[in-house]
Structure formats: structure tokens, C-alpha cells
């Protein structure tokens, strides 16, 4: 089946940093979501990519998809403390979810 | 209403209990989903429903486990006989017609 590997697993910056996660497919995509999960709480949806080459803005995050539509990437300027949390993307398939792993933002005290 | 609802918040019940966990999805919506999530790791499909079909039962993980939706709106899991493996976040989400999926609280489920 379908498969999405996301990377990295954690990543810890120090506030004002910049925070990048990336998501892989050897497959083409239709499209890619991605959520965001604060600590405690639910995914909560961020954005949906559909075209070849798509880029996206989010105030302080860019969404990316690949040319080929096999990766994706969310890249957040100047991290602040609201921006904690786990960061997923997801691949809709046959109406199910295929989701990564997640990347989990930490802000360096 | 204005978003996904999920009840019981907390389930804690003993090793071979049944239990069953509430899922009421925002209005109107079509399509109904449940997810399980470990610590650390992203939702794992268990099943969906458009309307009241099931259309894909194919995440649920043994027998034990069974879903419904019989009026096309409030759904329910059902694990029987639980077991202390059972123990996770049970997330329910719902979609109009299969576009961007918003989720619920979640139930957490111990099994002691």
C-alpha cells in the first residue's frame, strides 16, 4: 500500500529558528494535507496541495509540493512558542488518510 | 454543532470488558472516520463510512472490533473483549464527501 515517510522525527530550535519537515513518497501523489497537532490535542488541518509545483503561504509557514508530486514540505520562518506541536502530512487515498509519521516542533527553553 | 464531539473523553475499564466509544460527527457531514493513535505517532486508519455504508472496515485490527453507523450520523466503536493492547487515543473525524477531515477530541482507552 501507499506509503509516506516524513522526516525528521523531532526537531529542536531555539525560538526565532527556522523549522523545516519534509514528505516522501515513491509513489506520485494526487494531493497532500497537512495537520498540525499541539500537545493534548487533535490534528487539526492546515492546508491541502494538489498541483505540480504548488507553493503556499501561511503567514509564517510555506507549503511546498514537488514538481514530480512525490514530496512535500512545510517550512516555518522565526518559530515562536505557539508554533509547538507535531506537524503531519497526509496523502489522500481511496478517501483513506495515509498519514507520516509527524515531526515533532520542540522550542529550546 | 460546531465540531466533532467524541464521548467518553476517558475510558478505563478491565481486561475483557466490552466497551464503546461515541462518535458525533459536525452536521451534514458525509463522510465519518475512526483512527486510533499511539503516543508519538501519527492516526492509524481503522475504518469509514459514507452515510451509513461502511465502505472500508479494512484498518480495524481483529473481530474485536466493529463500527457502525446505522442513521448516517452518530457512529460507534465497539471493541470487545478487551485487551491491554487495546489501550490508545480512539479519534473519530468527519468530511463532507471525503474533502478535508476534522477531527475530534478523542477518546483515551485503558485497558488494565
Known amino acids: 500500500g501507499q506509503q509516506v515517510m516524513q522526516i525528521p522525527q523531532y526537531q529542536h530550535v531555539q525560538e526565532g529558528e527556522d523549522f523545516t519537515t519534509y514528505c516522501n513518497s515513491s509513489t506520485t501523489l494526487s494531493n497532500i494535507q497537512w495537520y498540525k497537532q499541539r500537545p493534548g490535542g487533535h490534528p487539526v488541518f492546515l492546508i491541502q496541495l494538489v498541483k505540480s509545483g504548488e507553493v503556499k503561504k501561511q503567514k509564517r509557514l510555506t507549503f511546498q509540493f514537488g514538481e514530480a508530486k512525490k514530496n512535500s514540505s512545510l517550512h516555518i520562518t522565526a518559530t515562536q512558542t505557539t508554533d509547538v506541536g507535531t506537524y503531519f502530512c497526509?496523502?489522500?487515498?481511496?478517501?483513506?488518510?495515509?498519514w507520516g509519521a509527524g515531526t515533532k516542533l520542540i522550542i529550546k527553553p | 454543532g460546531a465540531g466533532v464531539s467524541q464521548s467518553p473523553r476517558y475510558k478505563v475499564t478491565k481486561r475483557g470488558q466490552d466497551v464503546a466509544l461515541r462518535c458525533d460527527p459536525i452536521?451534514?457531514?458525509?463522510?465519518l472516520y475512526w483512527y486510533r493513535q499511539a503516543l508519538g505517532q501519527g492516526p492509524e486508519f481503522l475504518t469509514y463510512f459514507n452515510y451509513e455504508a461502511q465502505q472500508d472496515k479494512s484498518g480495524l485490527p481483529n473481530d474485536r472490533f466493529s463500527a457502525e453507523r446505522p442513521e448516517g450520523s452518530i457512529s460507534t466503536l465497539t471493541i470487545q473483549r478487551t485487551e491491554q493492547r487495546d489501550s490508545a487515543m480512539y479519534r473519530c473525524?468527519?468530511?463532507?464527501?471525503?474533502?478535508?477531515?476534522?477531527f475530534g477530541p478523542g477518546t483515551r482507552l485503558l485497558v488494565l
Open positions: 452536521s451534514g457531514h458525509v463522510s
Open positions: 473525524a468527519s468530511s463532507w464527501s471525503g474533502g478535508t477531515q476534522y
Open positions: 497526509a496523502v489522500d487515498s481511496n478517501y483513506q488518510l495515509i
